[in-house]
């Protein structure tokens, strides 16, 4: 096995998935038909329901589900060898997280555009909607505020990220206009915008930004609530003013990168470091369940039934585009997440920092950064590995390190800060569809629902020192995500019956997801008993109950469906 080997054959499994298992789902199983008009066109307000193009469209989708996890989760499981980490982004991807987007994007898109937690009403009972609708409340309660203490510490690593991350606003607000309200062409109008792009990244390589503290807090402090405020400003503004236009500029700086990894891949050809597999790296959680529950992005995610579900069904024009988009996307994101392991597995073997100066390579290198499982305790060592590793392979195409670092930077902020937003956007759908339904009306107006979501991420954020209060939950974080992907699934599979549909493809990445979640959580509940964390084993447990409670309701509706179909 190789570098190339595994990043060429890699990219030609995704092309032959999509091209056959992706249109036969979205044909065969779903039977998407261009007839049928979708919610950006009979619920078109240019807010939040708008028709946009396929490939713009997958720029917003594709920058919103990636966010930091396929590069987090895959540099932490690599701690376990190649081979398991490799495996499960290559099928997972494939045959659960693609299907599970796709899923989440039809349902919702047949369903005026709803939320899958809202969707749940129709699809199983109102009683199991707001258990539902409680955990996705929960999730993007935790993603909001660790995403803005997340930024606001990559700020702080790389301060040459801050000009290029800023100033790509009113680029991308240009574009925006000119394109929706001059009818510009996209494709020219983002080309010239990556062209400004890379020049605020040299820019900001060269006069980095550092921030300084004031009134009695932390310059990390200081950049959080800054983030809030514009998270607050980003999230009611209209699709087409930021929202699409960034993430389309994103999606194509995204491409480049992938394009530059891949290029240095075959000039620099590292050789693997890692070992094949390494079943138990001192201090580490078993490999089954949490390889499962630690790389999410790239392989499964709940969260991403919240995007698709949340802002790309209100956006797609014909209903064929969603397999470009649902299932497309997450092929794409699992081709990052190859990226990302050879990155940590071979590209850190060119040379990494040890002790008193002194330069790691080959399999040094690589226990340098995954000797036990304590090294990898803190944002910057679980990135550290990816951006060692990736740099090392650009330099080889002749691109400084300074410089390359820099664009990894703005990299890691642009997709962090796309997932803050999106969040706060989706986090303000749950709150006005829960205020429609119980005829609170003030707080389905969207300032109000988005003044919600943000206050309440920041109050979570602030309620311990450094903004790091979110960090109390986030042990809970990967179970809960996982969860809320194998009940998105359970709800697809709900859908799928009711439309007499053959249900396997679906039913049983359903139930894979939810054992191995269940387990992961049993154990998590367990942990926290021996440690006595009364605050998480209390939510845990509620969690773990939720979950059999809405299992079980939808496995009743799923036998009357049998009984009466």
Same mark, same amino acid.
């Given at each position: 096995?190789?570098?190339?080997?595994?990043?060429?054959?890699?990219?030609?499994?995704?092309?032959?998935?999509?091209?056959?298992?992706?249109?036969?789902?979205?044909?065969?199983?779903?039977?998407?038909?261009?007839?049928?008009?979708?919610?950006?066109?009979?619920?078109?307000?240019?807010?939040?329901?708008?028709?946009?193009?396929?490939?713009?469209?997958?720029?917003?989708?594709?920058?919103?589900?990636?966010?930091?996890? /396929?590069?987090?989760?895959?540099?932490?499981?690599?701690?376990? $060898?190649?081979?398991?980490?490799?495996?499960?982004?290559?099928?997972?991807?494939?045959?659960?997280?693609?299907? @599970?987007?796709? &899923?989440?994007?039809?349902? *919702?898109?047949?369903?005026?555009?709803?939320?899958?937690?809202?969707?749940?009403?129709?699809?199983?009972?109102?009683?199991?909607?707001?258990?539902?609708?409680?955990?996705?409340?929960?999730?993007?309660?935790?993603?909001?505020? =660790?995403?803005?203490?997340? !930024?606001? !510490?990559?700020?702080?690593?790389?301060? $040459?990220?801050?000009?290029?991350?800023?100033?790509?606003?009113?680029?991308?607000?240009?574009?925006?206009?000119?394109?929706?309200?001059?009818?510009?062409?996209?494709?020219?109008?983002?080309?010239?915008?990556?062209?400004?792009?890379?020049?605020?990244?040299?820019?900001?390589?060269?006069?980095?930004?550092?921030? %300084?503290?004031?009134?009695?807090?932390?310059?990390?402090?200081?950049?959080?609530?800054?983030?809030?405020?514009?998270?607050?400003?980003?999230?009611?503004?209209?699709?087409?003013?930021?929202?699409?236009?960034?993430?389309?500029?994103?999606?194509?700086?995204?491409?480049?990168?992938?394009?530059?990894?891949?290029?240095?891949?075959?000039?620099?050809? %590292?050789?693997?470091?890692?070992?094949?597999?390494?079943? @138990?790296?001192?201090?580490?959680?078993?490999?089954?369940?949490?390889?499962?529950?630690?790389?999410?992005?790239?392989?499964?995610? $709940?969260?991403?039934?919240?995007?698709?579900? &949340?802002?790309?069904?209100?956006?797609?024009?014909?209903?064929?585009?969603?397999?470009?988009?649902?299932?497309? &996307?997450?092929?794409?994101?699992?081709?990052?997440?190859?990226?990302?392991?050879?990155?940590?597995?071979?590209?850190?073997?060119? $040379?990494?920092?040890?002790?008193?100066?002194?330069?790691?390579?080959?399999?040094?290198?690589?226990? @340098?950064?995954?000797?036990?499982?304590? =090294?990898?305790?803190?944002?910057?060592?679980?990135?550290?590995?990816?951006?060692?590793?990736?740099?090392?392979?650009?330099?080889?195409?002749?691109? /400084?390190?300074?410089?390359?670092?820099?664009?990894?930077?703005?990299?890691?902020?642009?997709?962090?800060?796309?997932?803050?937003?999106?969040?706060?956007?989706?986090?303000?759908?749950?709150?006005?569809?829960?205020?429609?339904?119980?005829?609170?009306?003030?707080?389905?107006?969207?300032?109000?629902?988005?003044?919600?979501?943000?206050?309440?991420?920041?109050?979570?954020?602030?309620?311990?020192?450094?903004?790091?209060?979110?960090?109390?939950?986030? /042990?809970?974080?990967?179970?809960?995500?996982?969860?809320?992907?194998?009940?998105?699934?359970?709800?697809?599979?709900?859908?799928?019956?009711?439309?007499?549909? *053959?249900?396997?493809?679906?039913?049983?990445?359903?139930?894979?997801?939810?054992?191995?979640?269940?387990?992961?959580?049993?154990?998590?509940?367990?942990?926290?008993?021996?440690? @006595?964390?009364?605050?998480?084993?209390?939510?845990?447990?509620?969690?773990?109950?939720?979950?059999?409670?809405?299992?079980?309701?939808?496995?009743?509706?799923?036998?009357?469906?049998?009984?009466?179909?």
């Amino acid at each position: 096995m190789n570098s190339i080997a595994i990043v060429a054959l890699t990219f030609i499994f995704y092309v032959l998935a999509y091209n056959f298992y992706g249109k036969f789902l979205g044909k065969k199983l779903f039977g998407l038909n261009n007839d049928n008009i979708t919610p950006a066109n009979y619920l078109r307000d240019d807010i939040d329901y708008i028709p946009a193009k396929k490939e713009v469209l997958f720029g917003h989708h594709f920058t919103s589900i990636a966010g930091l996890g /396929p590069i987090v989760g895959p540099t932490i499981a690599v701690i376990w $060898g190649v081979v398991p980490a490799l495996v499960w982004v290559i099928l997972g991807s494939i045959f659960m997280g693609a299907i @599970h987007d796709l &899923g989440s994007v039809v349902v *919702s898109m047949r369903n005026k555009g709803y939320s899958i937690g809202e969707i749940t009403t129709r699809l199983v009972n109102r009683r199991t909607r707001l258990l539902f609708l409680f955990i996705i409340f929960f999730e993007l309660w935790m993603v909001i505020a =660790v995403f803005a203490l997340i !930024i606001a !510490i990559l700020f702080t690593m790389y301060p $040459g990220s801050v000009v290029p991350v800023w100033l790509q606003i009113p680029i991308s607000m240009v574009v925006g206009y000119f394109v929706y309200k001059k009818n510009g062409n996209i494709y020219i109008a983002s080309v010239i915008a990556i062209i400004l792009m890379y020049f605020t990244i040299f820019l900001g390589t060269y006069y980095p930004v550092k921030m %300084p503290g004031f009134w009695g807090l932390s310059g990390q402090e200081v950049w959080m609530i800054i983030l809030f405020v514009y998270c607050f400003v980003a999230s009611v503004l209209p699709v087409w003013v930021l929202l699409q236009p960034r993430d389309f500029i994103n999606a194509l700086q995204l491409i480049l990168i992938l394009v530059l990894l891949a290029l240095a891949v075959f000039v620099a050809h %590292p050789k693997i470091v890692a070992p094949v597999i390494r079943l @138990h790296p001192k201090g580490a959680p078993p490999i089954f369940p949490f390889l499962f529950i630690i790389i999410a992005c790239g392989a499964i995610s $709940g969260f991403h039934s919240l995007v698709a579900s &949340g802002t790309t069904s209100k956006q797609i024009a014909k209903e064929s585009d969603a397999v470009f988009i649902g299932y497309g &996307g997450m092929l794409a994101e699992g081709f990052l997440a190859t990226l990302v392991i050879v990155a940590c597995i071979a590209g850190i073997g060119l $040379g990494t920092g040890g002790e008193h100066g002194i330069v790691l390579t080959g399999r040094d290198a690589y226990m @340098h950064h995954y000797l036990s499982w304590s =090294v990898l305790q803190g944002l910057g060592a679980k990135l550290s590995a990816f951006v060692t590793g990736a740099v090392n392979m650009i330099e080889k195409l002749g691109i /400084p390190k300074n410089l390359s670092a820099t664009i990894l930077g703005v990299f890691l902020v642009s997709f962090a800060n796309t997932t803050l937003d999106t969040a706060a956007r989706i986090q303000r759908y749950v709150i006005s569809e829960l205020a429609l339904d119980y005829k609170i009306k003030p707080l389905a107006n969207k300032y109000t629902a988005t003044f919600l979501a943000v206050a309440t991420a920041a109050l979570l954020a602030f309620s311990n020192k450094g903004g790091k209060g979110a960090l109390i939950l986030w /042990p809970l974080f990967g179970s809960v995500n996982q969860l809320l992907a194998g009940l998105a699934l359970l709800i697809i599979t709900v859908y799928l019956k009711k439309q007499k549909a *053959s249900i396997y493809y679906v039913a049983i990445p359903m139930v894979f997801m939810v054992v191995m979640t269940g387990f992961a959580m049993f154990y998590n509940i367990l942990d926290f008993f021996r440690k @006595h964390n009364i605050l998480l084993l209390l939510i845990g447990i509620a969690v773990f109950v939720l979950e059999i409670w809405m299992v079980i309701e939808a496995m009743v509706v799923l036998r009357k469906k049998e009984i009466t179909g």
